[in-house]
């Protein structure tokens, strides 16, 4: 009967990761700008503090990570922000799709945009604090699941928040607390493969939290993306 | 307890008993702590901020548990009290978390020798349960419409209380291969009764006081939130109705 009855999950899922990722190809701004943030930052912190190459492979794996924190704190307020601001919100939320799957195709969609190029982009910074070509292999699996997690996360704190202007300071507020521990394993595996010890536990770690984020966040979000348009 | 009138009447007659009660054991459990307990063996009279530090770090993680038992009970039944609940638990449980990082850098000062030690995990995750409380106030503080701060304040907190363990470890783990200096630790778990009941004392006079506290509270927001109904003004108006 209805056309979009017809529409199975899957096909409802790519559309939604599909329009997202359009969107975020069409607005480059919104991609460049945290990703230029994030290495214009990293390569300043060399000449605030002793650049010495014992220093810089110390502190490097810190000031990566709080700076892939930071950047990625300024793309959340796109995720839904946008959608809520033409109206596109109220047709998603309407929509015979289940929200959380939606919500799910686009924190996949905020993840290709913003921690996939900050991924891509990591090695050069890697380079520049003076790590080892294995190091960086780390940073990456590192970030390859910290970035995920820091979507999932993210994206209850943009959900919380769309009614309110101007959220952006808010939402670090309230999702900084949670995304410390992606904080310290991320930081810490780096630096202790540097030191020479076992690193796999980490990395362990921060998938297992990966998949619990998964778990919660998108009907998290879904049921306060529900919420705050009403 | 779930009328709003009903929870009124029954918070104003609890609130001098979880008062008096409160206050008679916190004064009896200060003195007898301060005074009559024996100073420890390794820590000399500096071990007596435990007196106020212990219940203030207790409470402030019974209230964000209260909060969260909160959170839940008032998404799933939808119990409007429950909301009331946690606006009045927060600040306190905030002020309680300030107070146990403030007694404990107090208390660090003569015992590690720095007011700060990034080498205690119970330090560290008691900072990030300010910052959980904070966020928390903020998020309240920044949407207007009361029925949406207070559902989507709940799912912060409920998200926040399924993160709380992970934090926790997560800073016991980081703080294990954090090179910190060899922390004194108290004589074990065989305290001294004289030492142990005032301390039992302070926890359950500082809870009650807690308790009262939250009711007067709740009972303000209360009666804010059913400002408009009949029962409210006759109650606070009298006969000029």
């Known amino acids: 009967m209805n056309k979009s009855n017809n529409i199975s999950l899957l096909s409802g899922f790519n559309a939604m990761f599909r329009r997202d990722c359009l969107h975020c190809i069409k607005n480059p701004s919104q991609l460049l700008n945290p990703l230029i943030f994030f290495v214009m930052i990293t390569a300043a912190f060399p000449f605030a503090v002793d650049s010495s190459k014992s220093q810089l492979t110390q502190i490097g794996p810190g000031i990566i990570w709080i700076m892939a924190i930071l950047s ?68 990456i699996a590192t970030l390859f699941f910290g970035t995920f997690a820091l979507s999932l996360i993210g994206s209850i704190g943009a959900s919380l928040t769309i009614s309110i202007n101007n959220s952006n300071i808010l939402v670090s507020l309230l999702v900084l607390p949670i995304m410390i521990p992606i904080l310290i394993f991320g930081a810490r595996t780096i630096g202790l493969y540097q030191a020479g010890t076992t690193t796999i536990s980490g990395l362990y770690f921060m998938s297992a939290y990966c998949m619990f984020a998964l778990s919660f966040s998108p009907f998290a979000s879904a049921a306060a993306l529900k919420i705050g348009s009403e | 307890m779930s009328s709003p009138r009903y929870f009124y009447s029954i918070a104003t007659s609890l609130i001098p008993w979880f008062l008096v009660s409160g206050l008679i054991l916190m004064v009896a459990g200060l003195i007898n702590g301060l005074f009559y307990a024996p100073p420890d063996y390794q820590q000399g009279d500096a071990f007596r901020i435990i007196y106020v530090h212990v219940p203030s770090a207790y409470i402030s993680m019974m209230a964000y548990s209260l909060m969260a038992f909160a959170a839940f009970v008032a998404l799933i039944w939808r119990i409007k009290i429950a909301h009331a609940v946690i606006v009045g638990a927060a600040p306190l449980g905030a002020w309680f978390t300030f107070l146990a990082l403030l007694t404990g850098s107090i208390w660090g000062r003569p015992m590690w020798g720095t007011w700060w030690e990034w080498g205690d995990p119970r330090l560290t995750s008691e900072l990030l349960m300010l910052f959980l409380y904070l966020g928390y106030m903020a998020l309240r503080a920044s949407l207007p419409n009361l029925a949406q701060a207070d559902k989507l304040s709940a799912i912060l907190i409920l998200i926040g209380a399924i993160n709380i363990p992970i934090i926790h470890f997560s800073v016991e783990w980081w703080t294990s291969l954090h090179q910190g200096p060899t922390l004194l630790k108290a004589g074990g778990p065989a305290i001294d009764s004289l030492m142990l009941y005032p301390l039992l004392a302070m926890i359950i006079g500082t809870t009650l006081y807690f308790g009262s506290l939250l009711l007067v509270r709740t009972k303000a927001e209360v009666l804010n939130r059913e400002k408009n109904s009949r029962w409210a003004k006759k109650m606070l108006l009298g006969d000029q109705l």
Do not use: R
């Open chain 1, 72 to 139: 990625y704190l300024l793309t959340l307020q796109h995720l839904y922000l946008d959608d809520a601001d033409d109206g596109c919100l109220d047709y998603i939320i309407l929509s015979p799709q289940p929200l959380p799957l939606l919500v799910l195709a686009k924190i996949c969609a905020h993840w290709i945009s913003s921690g996939l190029p900050l991924i891509i982009v990591s090695p050069i910074i890697g380079i520049i604090y003076q790590m080892q070509v294995d190091t960086i292999l780390v940073m």
